[in-house]
């Protein structure tokens, strides 16, 4: 069956790089794009990007472009997303979902979610 | 981008009703409006996908319904373990956006 599996909770320091990891299983991982979502304590969730693990094109939520870095190690079947310059509004669970054809219609599979949470 | 709204952001309602959650788009986005369900434990899941189209595993109990800007979800016979969150999102337009959310309680 297919699953995703995301990598512990983290305690960042502010400006310290991170990276939180996204393993695929049960299906072939580059038939589909693998996105990434926010979700600040109490609040709403946020798309911030997807790559496709097949080429590692990638797509951005413009509000993300300087702070995200997808990537994939197709090896190991696992998605990558790293957060440059972390400070408090970086703080959040963060869940990588995988797509569907198209993408269009949503994300059928969803990682547990990883907390991380900036501070000194 | 396409802002979604849900505009209640929490309904208490009885084990046995029927609960219906709207969510509206700030343009036409086709149809492509998706539902999900966060447990409290965080977990998401899919429930219906292209408006209406149920996922697989979700039981018949769910339903969706909509077109142009205006969208639901319906819950028939309300089960406690539909205690949850529910998203809307749009897959029309890039960046895809979610709704606020609807947070079901128990009443």
């Known amino acids: 069956q297919v699953q995703v599996q995301q990598s512990g909770p983290q305690l960042v320091r502010p400006g310290a790089s991170m990276k939180i990891s996204c393993k695929a299983s049960g299906y072939s991982f580059t038939n589909y794009w693998m996105h990434w979502v926010k979700q600040r304590p109490g609040q709403g969730l946020e798309w911030i990007g997807m790559i496709d693990p097949s080429d590692s094109e990638t797509r951005l939520n413009q509000k993300f472009k300087d702070k995200a870095t997808l990537t994939v190690d197709k090896s190991s079947s696992t998605a990558y997303m790293q957060l440059s310059s972390p400070t408090s509004e970086d703080s959040a669970v963060y869940y990588c979902?995988?797509?569907?054809?198209?993408?269009?219609?949503?994300?059928?599979?969803w990682g547990q979610g990883t907390l991380v949470t900036v501070s000194a | 981008d396409i802002q979604m709204t849900q505009t209640t952001s929490s309904l208490s309602a009885s084990l046995g009703d029927r609960v219906t959650i709207s969510c509206r788009a700030s343009?036409?986005?086709?149809?492509?409006l998706n539902w999900y369900q966060q447990k409290p434990d965080g977990t998401v899941k899919l429930l219906i996908y292209y408006t209406s189209r149920l996922h697989s595993g979700v039981p018949s109990r769910f339903g969706g319904s909509g077109s142009g800007t205006d969208y639901s979800l319906t819950i028939a016979n309300l089960e406690q373990e539909d205690i949850a969150t529910y998203f809307c999102?749009?897959?029309?337009?890039?960046?895809?956006?979610f709704g606020g959310g609807t947070k079901l309680e128990i009443k």
């Open positions: 999102q749009q897959g029309n337009t890039l960046p895809w956006t």
């Open positions: 343009q036409d986005i086709s149809n492509y």
């Open positions: 979902a995988r797509g569907d054809y198209g993408n269009h219609v949503g994300f059928p599979y």
